[in-house]
Each structure stands twice: as C-alpha cells, then as structure tokens.
C-alpha cells in the first residue's frame, strides 16, 4: 500500500514550534532544538465505496480462512435444527476514533449477513454489542452502529448491550489451563452460530479479544486486567510479546472449543478527520499556507472558546474512514491477516531509545465519547495506550526515563459517566497509588451496587472498571522514573494525586527532567499521534 504522507524522523531547529493536541483543545509549543520528533505517516486512502466494500464482504463469506463458508455454515445448521439461533456480536463505540462517518462498517456487514441469513432460512437472530464492563451504548449509538434499518427491525427486543456483571446474562464455561475463569454472555454460550463483526484501525484490537474481552465477565477479565499482568506487558500492540493478549488466547481457545464461531474482521485507514481538519495529521513544516492558517486559528479559536463547547466541537467530529483489509473465518487464522494489514506501512524503524519522552493525549478516546478528559484518563491514555505504540520489546523511551505529557489536566468529571473513576482516584490513589497496593480494593469496587446500578442503567461503566483503567497504565507506570505535566495551569489536584510534577511549557519541562536525569544532554523524542503508528527502536549493537 502506497502513502499518502511518508513517515519521517526530523529534528527540532532553534525555536521552532510544534502542534500538540491538548486535551479538548490544541496547542504550539517549542522544543529544544535537536528534539528527535517521529512522525509516523498517513497511509494511501482505502475503499469507501459501499458497493465495493459489499462486494469485498461477499467474496470473504464465501472464501473464508479455515472455515467452511457462512452459507454453508447455515445450511448445515438448517439440516441440523429446525430453528438455529445465531447471535449477531459486535464492537462498542470504544473504536474506530473518531466514530466513523455513516454507514459505519459494522452497519454495511450486519446489514448484508442478516439478509444472508434471511435468504437460508435463518431467522432467530440476536444482536449484542460486547461491552463486557464498558458504558452500554445508546439507542443513538445502537443506530449508528447497525444502520436504521436493522436499528428499526430488531431494537430493543433484539439488540441490546452484553450485561456482564449480572449472574443471569451469564454462564460459565470451565477454565484455561492456568486456571483462569472462562465466563461468557449466556446467549452467546446458547447459540448454534455466533459472528462477530470486528473493526480494528490499530493491531491492539480484534481477534481472540473480541470476544474474550468484550462478551466475558469480571470473572474473566480480572485474570489480565491486572496490574501484574499488564506491568509485564510488552507492548499492547505486539500481541506475541503481551501477557494479557495471551490469556485472551487461553480464554477464547475455551470458548471456541464449545461454540462456533465465524469471525469477521475490517482494518480501516487513516482518515480519522474531514478534509477541513485533514492538516491535525500531517507534519508542521509541510503544511500550505492555506492549511497553517487553519492551524493556527484552530489553535487559537479554541482557546476562545468555553470548556463545553469544546467538548461538542471535538465529538461531533466523524471519520472518513476507507477499508484497508477485510476477513472472515477462524478466529486467529483471520486475525493474523488483520495483524500483517494494521502494520503495513506503518512501523517507523528508529536509531535507539531517547531519555525523554513527548507524549500529548487527545481527548478523542475509547472511554471519554461526548466526556471530558479527566486526569486518571490522561494517564491512561499517555502511560497506557502511547506509551504502549512499540514492537519488538523495546519501548522509545528507556527504563527510568521521563514523560512529558502535554494535557492541561483539568480537574472535571463528567457525571454519571465518570463517578467511578472519581470515586477510585480520590478514594484509593490519593494513599495507595503503588502498582502492587491499590487492588486490594478491587473487589470492593466491583461488588459496589451503587455503581453498577449506574451500569444497569446504561449511564456509565461498571463499578470496577477505574482499577482497570489504572492497571492499563501499569507497564509504563513501572518503567518511566517520572512524569511531567505541561499546561496544567493552577489546579494541580490531578497532577499531584498521579505524583506527577507540573511545568508551564515544554522547554521547562525537558530542563526539569534534564536536572532530574542529572543530565544535561539527555535525548528528547516527540512521537506524534496522530496519525497512529508503531515504533521500532533498533539498539545499538
């Protein structure tokens, strides 16, 4: 696949300045010159033509990977039962971001395999989304993701949101060979058949985890959500070298031994903004003059702007997305092909690890939709998900470095959505911040009826999900010796909570964390995201 911005590491001249993104907002700031900044580049533009990405599907039902075809499938279930259930399993809104524009891809494949089953004879049909302990999706939400006509067709009776914390929606199925619990969604355990409709835009996603993440308990998520686990992750985009990727393997192996499975898998492209904020993901010093007008008064604009409305500016944006690659069959022999798709074209390949590390989260996130940022969130979205963007076991940064996540870190949480995650930062971070104290009160959080009856009630994720969003953070918590903030203003109640050291600029922040390293030259990277890529430190010999 050909690009349509090359990937390029370039280097910081005297005063130059940088864009960041900057929570709801975005910001200029300078960098010492030398600053290695790594770009990862924009791939060329994928298919957007409903007709030819139908056309695309058809051919992946009928020419499957390691399974026989889905209308094979279906007639064989019709010789077999007299009325098959299939259940239709789909990912949240968590991905792609931004939301897609419409049609949405999961919307243009359910549409055409339901009249697939339609055509054989199959009409008992379940639509879940696989929010294991998510924030369950809207009937909004619900319309965008499966189109307005089946949204028409089957809600409420028949499309719902998984409900992972309530014993009756749940069975459970046995245990891996390392004793971990496989408990899944009762009606997908019941089904003749279950497709689930994937969509991944980075490696991260799709495969076993699909499902033994998104239709699994918190019997079965506490088993790799840990911080032991995910502390010892290397990598969450490099599934071979994850711990937690590999007990979804031992959990979704269980579950494919008692249910059947086919599994369809989309990788979309870069076009995550329209053409009129295309320029967020290129590179500054090639921008037209056209394009840094609009830079720079997007910047300023915003800063004009109340916190609010910021927010909805932000989230009404939709993504253009084209599809890069699109599978059916077997769970993992699909999910290799996804693998070898998300990473073409999009690993930078760069000389050795750097002392400090750039990091600048926006507020475009799997658990912030139509949300403010909050600081548990920033970090874990910087020491999580950013931090995570390497391959081959070693991350940019090295062990002992320090981060400089540029995020004004303001001290506001969205209610109901985010009382949990308020409730787990200021109860139990505020004294018990350590990666091996804080989950002692785990179990605590994930039995609190209070919380989960906001869950219930499709208002906000489930009562334990704050202690995951603090252990995803853990492999980059356990290796980074300290952390700045930059722009967090006066309220440095999140900062200090995180430990973290708050600065008023880059060039501040790069001069603290140079006398901290008790080195004065210590190398600087800015790994700019957006566009996504993934990082391949090659170390000196």
């Given amino acids: 696949m050909s690009r349509k911005f090359a990937p390029q590491t370039l280097y910081a001249r005297k005063g130059e300045k940088f864009l960041f993104q900057f929570g709801e907002g975005m910001c200029l700031q300078e960098l010492p010159e030398g600053t290695r900044v790594i770009y990862p580049g924009v791939r060329a533009d994928g298919e957007r033509s409903r007709g030819r990405i139908e056309e695309r599907l058809i051919q992946a039902l009928d020419q499957p990977t390691g399974t026989p075809p889905l209308r094979e499938k279906l007639r064989q279930l019709r010789q077999t039962k007299a009325t098959a259930k299939i259940v239709f399993a789909f990912d949240d809104v968590s991905l792609p971001l931004p939301p897609m524009k419409s049609p949405d891809i999961r919307a243009i494949m359910m549409d055409q395999v339901e009249r697939i089953c339609?055509?054989?004879?199959?009409?008992?049909?379940?639509?879940?989304?696989?929010?294991?302990?998510?924030?369950?999706?809207?009937?909004?939400?619900?319309?965008?993701?499966?189109?307005?006509?089946?949204?028409?067709?089957?809600?409420?009776?028949?499309?719902?949101?998984?409900?992972?914390?309530?014993?009756?929606?749940?069975?459970?199925?046995?245990?891996?060979?390392?004793?971990e619990d496989v408990e899944v969604c009762r009606s997908f355990a019941e089904a003749d058949l279950l497709i689930y409709f994937n969509v991944n835009y980075v490696a991260m996603d799709g495969g076993y985890k699909s499902y033994a993440t998104g239709l699994v308990s918190h019997r079965s998520l506490r088993h790799n959500h840990d911080s032991q686990t995910l502390?010892?992750?290397?990598?969450?985009?490099?599934?071979?070298?994850?711990?937690?990727?590999?007990?979804?393997?031992?959990?979704?192996?269980?579950?494919?031994?008692?249910?059947?499975?086919?599994?369809?898998?989309?990788?979309?492209?870069?076009?995550?903004?329209?053409?009129h904020l295309a320029w967020v993901q290129q590179i500054d010093r090639e921008l037209s003059l056209f394009e840094k007008v609009l830079m720079y008064s997007s910047v300023w604009g915003l800063k004009l702007l109340p916190h609010w409305l910021r927010l909805k500016i932000f989230w009404a944006t939709r993504g253009p997305f084209g599809l890069v690659a699109l599978n059916a069959g077997e769970t993992a022999a699909v999910h290799q092909k996804t693998l070898e798709a998300c990473y073409t074209d999009k690993i930078v390949e760069v000389e050795g690890q750097c002392d400090i590390l750039l990091l600048a989260p926006t507020c475009i996130g799997p658990y912030t939709k139509d949300t403010y940022l909050n600081p548990l969130l920033v970090n874990t979205y910087a020491l999580g998900y950013y931090y995570n963007m390497y391959l081959d076991g070693v991350p940019l940064v090295r062990p002992g470095g320090a981060v400089i996540v540029v995020n004004p870190l303001p001290y506001k949480w969205t209610e109901p959505t985010h009382t949990l995650y308020r409730e787990f930062f200021e109860k139990v971070l505020t004294s018990h911040r350590g990666l091996d104290e804080f989950e002692a009160f785990q179990e605590e959080f994930a039995q609190d009826q209070r919380l989960n009856d906001l869950y219930r009630q499709g208002l906000a994720p489930a009562g334990v999900h704050g202690f995951y969003m603090y252990t995803w953070a853990a492999h980059g918590m356990d290796q980074v010796g300290k952390v700045y903030a930059v722009g967090c203003g006066t309220d440095h109640r999140g900062a200090d909570i995180l430990g973290w050291e708050c600065c008023k600029s880059v060039m501040e922040a790069v001069a603290a964390a140079r006398r901290h390293l008790g080195n004065p030259e210590a190398a600087v990277s800015y790994f700019r995201c957006p566009p996504v890529g993934y990082i391949r430190v090659k170390q000196a010999l």
């Avoid at 302990?133 to 307005?148: A, K, M, V």
């Fill in 231 to 275: 502390r010892h992750t290397r990598s969450l985009y490099d599934p071979p070298r994850s711990l937690m990727h590999q007990s979804f393997t031992r959990i979704g192996k269980v579950i494919q031994q008692k249910i059947d499975i086919f599994h369809i898998e989309s990788v979309l492209d870069e076009n995550l903004f329209p053409w």
């Fill in 118 to 179: 339609l055509e054989e004879g199959v009409t008992d049909l379940e639509f879940i989304c696989a929010i294991a302990l998510h924030r369950p999706i809207r009937p909004d939400e619900f319309r965008h993701l499966c189109g307005s006509r089946l949204y028409r067709k089957y809600f409420p009776g028949r499309m719902r949101n998984y409900n992972a914390i309530d014993p009756e929606d749940n069975v459970h199925l046995g245990y891996t060979e390392k004793g």
